[in-house]
């Protein structure tokens, strides 16, 4: 059966706006070059376009205003394999504001191919023009028309030392010329001149893509194609590379999961919620279990909620997000406020565990109070309370937890360890 890439019939986009030709000819070049979806890899910016990502059934990660090429690069580097095809999506607002990202990517020939989607202005904020709007071109809020040319940026990583770069008009068939672009090793990027209806049409009636394009004089064209060097990252002797081997753990105990469970930790920064969830996942591992684990916690790392997503299972796990957690675990007061919308959703047959401190707030979920930082302090709750959820539902014995409890630094903590030890009446 032939791969589909995209998941949905209807994409994100205004009637007649050219990132739909984009995304639907960027799907059949994909399939022209027989890639499969976990081959792919979509970095999206920020702008209209990004909200494809959405849509795209391979890997996609979504980055900040101007940072996809780098984001990507870094993917690319830390891949080190040209079989995999990283693609960024990129608007000319994000290439302006990311310009020195390209050049650099371009540079040092990481593998990676970008598209710009050059609608010649900034459409998700409402028209304002970038540094690539032609000379002449209105936008809503620049009703007299650009005073100066756009940047030539195909012009500019062809310099900078690109391996494929071209500017193509968007209509109509582009697959062929998208998959010309892809199908190159090193750094590619290809231009694709389009239209943005809602601002662009709007504030240039009857603006035709082909007369402006010749009116502008903007060159639709290959500006080069060669071999140059891909980048390979060095692997250090006797060092970890970016991306280390996988880490396994041999299977010593048993669990009793037939389906993953999700479970969302909410506490406090810098009381040890992460390191919690660490070992919990670890201790999941010793008993074969596929686990993900994410970290989420304000910028100012030490201050407010710090909150871990994670999951269990006996299967491959494919999505590492846990919207609707099966299990939420809340040990302080900044934990309760993050997780608050979490509770208020959960139904009848989700479990809450809280420490008594927070009162019981109301939801359908079932709920455990317990006493765990009078007990074991704000720092160690949350290892406390994980150890109670193994005591009443064991999808993997006390022991696992406690051996990988034992292995870690946490285990200095005398006091600590005998208090789980009577707590939970489990040898250490
Ligand atoms: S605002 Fe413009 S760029 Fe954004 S989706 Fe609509 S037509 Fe496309």
Known sequence: ??????????????????????????????????LKLLDVILVTDIGCHGIIDKAFDTHTVHGLHGRSVALASGVSAGLNNPEKKVIVFIGDGGA?????HLLDAAHNGYNLC?????????????????????????TPTLTEGAEHPGYDIC????????????????????????????????????EVM???????????????????????????????????????????EGLPGLLSPALTIETEFPHTLDKPVRLFLSG??????????????????????????????????????SASPIILSPEPIMYTG?????VVIVTSEDGLKFAQKLIDNMQEDKLLIIDSTLGVPETKAKVIVHHFRESAGGRNAMIMALFEYLKQYRIIPMEALMKQFLSSKISANTKLKALIEETFEIEG
């Open 1 to 34: 059966m032939e791969t589909k890439f995209i998941n949905s019939q209807s994409l994100p986009f205004c009637k007649g706006c050219g990132h739909t030709t984009i995304s639907q000819n960027t799907e059949i070049a994909l399939r022209k070059l027989g």
């Open 114 to 138: 970008v598209v710009i989607h050059n609608n010649m202005l900034y459409g998700m904020t409402g028209g304002q023009p970038s540094e690539f709007t032609p000379k002449g071109f209105k």
């Open 268 to 305: 406090t920064a810098g009381e040890g919620v992460q390191s919690a969830a660490e070992l919990f996942i670890r201790a999941g591992m010793r008993c074969g279990l596929q686990v993900t684990k994410k970290g989420s916690y304000p910028v100012t790392v030490g201050v407010g909620f």
């Open 322 to 326: 846990a919207p609707e957690p099966d």
């Open 194 to 236: 389009e239209v943005c209806p809602s601002y662009g049409v709007k504030s240039n009636p009857g603006m035709k893509l082909s007369k402006l394009i010749e009116e502008a004089g903007i060159e639709i064209k290959v500006y080069v194609d060669r071999e140059m060097k891909a980048y390979e990252t060095k692997i250090r």
């Open 155 to 190: 012009a500019l990583v062809t310099a900078a030392g690109a391996s494929y770069v071209s500017r193509i008009s968007g209509i109509g068939d582009i697959s062929d010329k998208l998959a010309e672009a892809f199908s190159r090793k090193g750094f590619s990027l290809v």
């Open 96 to 100: 302006t504001i990311g310009m020195q």
